[in-house]
C-alpha cells in the first residue's frame, strides 16, 4: 500500500490501481482527492471536511462514494444519491477494495464550554493503517502505522506521547500538523521520537512510503 501524506490531516492510500483519500479538507490541497474512487471523512470541521473538495473529487470520478458520518453525510448525499454512505462506531465496509473498520463516536474535548462533534476514526486493512480524526481513539487492534495528530487545540504532546504507548504501533506518522510552524517542528519530532516508543518520522506534503 502506497501511502502519500497531503496538507494537514489528507492523506492519500493507493493500491491495486485504486485510491483511498482520508480527510481532505481546508487546511489540505484543492486537488487533495482528486482523482480518489473513495473518499473517507471523520468529522465535520473545516480542516478535515470541505465541500469544495469532496463535490470536486465526486464531479472528477463519477463512481467515487464517500463514507463518513451522518453530520457530514446530510451536507453532501442531495448532489450524489446513492454515492454517500453513513457509518459509525462498530461498522466495518469494503472502500475501493480497502477493508475499513469504524472505530470512536466523539470529537476530542477542546474545552468544557464547547459543544463535542461526533468523530470517527478509520483502521485500514486489518491495522495495516489508523487515522483517528481529530481524538486520541484506541482501536482495541494492532495498528502497523498510525497517523497521528501531532498539533491541535485540543491536545498537548505529553498526551500525543501517551497515545503512543498505549496504541503501540510499528510506526507513525504526524498528521494535524498545518498549526505547527518550522521552528516548533524539531521540539515536537525529538520529544515524541525520544519518549513515544515507536519508530516516529514526519512525511512532508507530497511525500509517500510504502506500508
Known amino acids: ?89 462498530g461498522d466495518a465496509f469494503t472502500a475501493a477494495g480497502f477493508d475499513v473498520q469504524v472505530h470512536g463516536e466523539l470529537h476530542a474535548v477542546i474545552h468544557p464550554d464547547i459543544p463535542r462533534v461526533t468523530n470517527v476514526g478509520y483502521l485500514i486493512d486489518g491495522g495495516k493503517v489508523f487515522h483517528p480524526g481529530d481524538a486520541l481513539t484506541v482501536p482495541g487492534e494492532a495498528v502497523e502505522t498510525l497517523l497521528v495528530p501531532v498539533m491541535a487545540p485540543w491536545n498537548k504532546i505529553s498526551e500525543v506521547i501517551d497515545y503512543l504507548r498505549e496504541v503501540r504501533p510499528r510506526r507513525a506518522y504526524d498528521v494535524h500538523d498545518a498549526l505547527l510552524t518550522d521552528l516548533a517542528l524539531p521540539l515536537y519530532e525529538g520529544h515524541l521520537g525520544r519518549l513515544g516508543g515507536t519508530e516516529h518520522q514526519r512525511l512532508h506534503p507530497g511525500a509517500w512510503t510504502e506500508v
Not at 60 to 85: C, M
Open 1 to 89: 500500500m502506497k501511502l502519500t501524506k497531503k496538507s494537514h490531516a489528507c492523506v492519500r492510500l493507493e493500491k491495486e490501481g485504486q485510491t483511498l483519500v482520508i480527510d481532505p479538507g481546508g487546511f489540505s490541497e484543492e486537488d487533495a482527492a482528486l482523482g480518489a474512487d473513495a473518499i473517507l471523512v471523520t468529522h465535520e470541521h473545516p480542516d478535515h471536511f470541505d465541500e469544495f473538495r469532496l463535490r470536486a473529487a465526486m464531479e472528477n470520478n463519477p463512481a467515487a462514494h464517500i463514507w463518513t458520518l451522518k453530520s457530514v453525510a446530510g451536507q453532501v448525499e442531495a448532489a450524489f444519491p446513492g454515492r454517500v454512505h453513513t457509518v459509525g462506531h
